[in-house]
């Protein structure tokens, strides 16, 4: 069982950035892929990224490649989305999960097919 919490969520003004932040609440680890999910008002929940157990590989959705950074810090136990260039629609509460269930052909798009373990969200607002 592991356990997530989120933090760094927050409002900006479309252009800026934030960093969000996940992390194992004690007696969990993070020996998982982790990424990151998020859900606006109406829609469907949607896969933003995603990072192998070792950094080593990531995966993005088309959305926001190119904006978005994600890295994990294995002996920080913690994993990082950086958010660059904001807009609007990236209004959502965006979820930390573990053991995510991704897939991507060559250097096609990734699609995400969900995860095992889920944080309780952070909410990232961009106003224009």
């Known amino acids: 069982q592991v356990q997530l919490v989120e933090s760094g969520g927050g409002s900006v003004q479309a252009g800026g950035s934030l960093r969000l932040s996940c992390a194992p609440s004690a007696y969990s680890d993070m020996r998982y892929s982790v990424g990151w999910f998020r859900q606006a008002p109406g829609k469907e929940r949607e896969g933003v990224a995603a990072i192998s157990t070792d950094g080593r590989t990531t995966f993005y959705a088309e959305a926001v490649k190119g904006r978005f950074t994600i890295s994990r810090d294995n002996a920080k136990n913690t994993v990082y989305l950086q958010m660059n260039s904001l807009k609007p629609e990236d209004t959502a509460m965006y979820y930390c999960?573990?053991?995510?269930?991704?897939?991507?052909?060559?250097?096609?798009?990734?699609?995400?097919?969900?995860?095992?373990?889920w944080g309780q969200g952070t909410q990232v607002t961009v106003s224009s």
């Open positions: 999960a573990a053991d995510i269930r991704v897939t991507r052909s060559g250097s096609g798009p990734a699609y995400f097919n969900g995860a095992s373990y």
